[in-house]
T-cell receptor
Framework: AQSVSQHNHHVILSEAASLELGCNYS??????LFWYVQYPGQHLQLLLK??????LVKGIKGFEAEFIKSKFSFNLRKPSVQWSDTAEYFC????????????FGTGTSLTVIP | NAGVTQTPKFRILKIGQSMTLQCAQD?????MYWYRQDPGMGLKLIYY???????DKGEVPNGYNVSRSTTEDFPLRLELAAPSQTSVYFC?????????????FGPGTRLTVT
């Protein structure tokens, strides 16, 4: 079955540590890719998106993600995390041939310790 | 521009009761979605709509109904509430430009069925 996998379910880091969250998907063909962040008690907000072009995309708050087509991956990175980055992070895939359908990973909970 | 709004924010239902979760968007988006979010499970699509008068089932539609009489509104109806419907419900809408879809989420409704 087609899916979106986030292998890290819960990550705990100290402030200033570097972050990398994995996202792999199994859809063939062209895809649009997204990372969303959900702060405690809030709704999902878009961190960054990839549609085409440069596979390294930069988002808000110092986050970036790299699309590696050959690995079906779209990993999220941040060089130095802050306590305020504590949140849940969701990867989402919009396969081009499905039109408006979005498929979400199960999320990664990030806790940053001051 | 309020974006996507949802009411109520919280609700407790008894088993067998029914209710409607309201969702509205003021961005003139054709596409609207209802998701439920359960711990560790990510977001599951309940229903979606590609325009006024057109709705379709998502991954987990059982126990729910929707209607889309206007572009702005997309209410979700629970007819006979069950404990399994305890969840957080998110409404979203998406823009579409040249095959590129981007979703915007509402603040969510936390529903408890006891």
């Amino acid at each position: 079955a087609q899916s979106v996998s986030q292998h890290n379910h819960h990550v705990i880091l100290s402030e200033a540590a570097s972050l990398e969250l994995g996202c792999n998907y199994s859809y063939g063909g062209t895809v649009n890719l997204f990372w969303y962040v959900q702060y405690p008690g809030q709704h999902l907000q878009l961190l960054l998106k990839y549609f085409s072009g440069d596979p390294l995309v930069k988002g808000i708050k110092g986050f970036e993600a790299e699309f590696i087509k050959s690995k079906f991956s779209f990993n999220l990175r941040k060089p130095s995390v802050q306590w305020s980055d504590t949140a849940e992070y969701f990867c989402a895939v919009n396969p081009f041939n499905t039109g408006n359908q979005f498929y979400f990973g199960t999320g990664t909970s990030l806790t940053v310790i001051p | 521009n309020a974006g996507v709004t949802q009411t109520p924010k919280f609700r407790i239902l008894k088993i067998g009761q029914s209710m409607t979760l309201q969702c509205a968007q003021d961005m003139n988006h054709n596409y609207m979605y209802w998701y439920r979010q359960d711990p560790g499970m990510g977001l599951k699509l309940i229903y979606y709509s590609v325009g006024a008068g057109i709705t379709d089932k998502g991954e987990v539609p059982n126990g729910y109904n929707v209607s889309r009489s206007t572009t702005e509104d997309f209410p979700l109806r629970l007819e006979l509430a069950a404990p399994s419907q305890t969840s957080v419900y998110f409404c979203a809408s998406s823009s579409q430009t040249g095959g590129r879809y981007e979703q915007y989420f509402g603040p969510g409704t936390r529903l408890t069925v006891t």
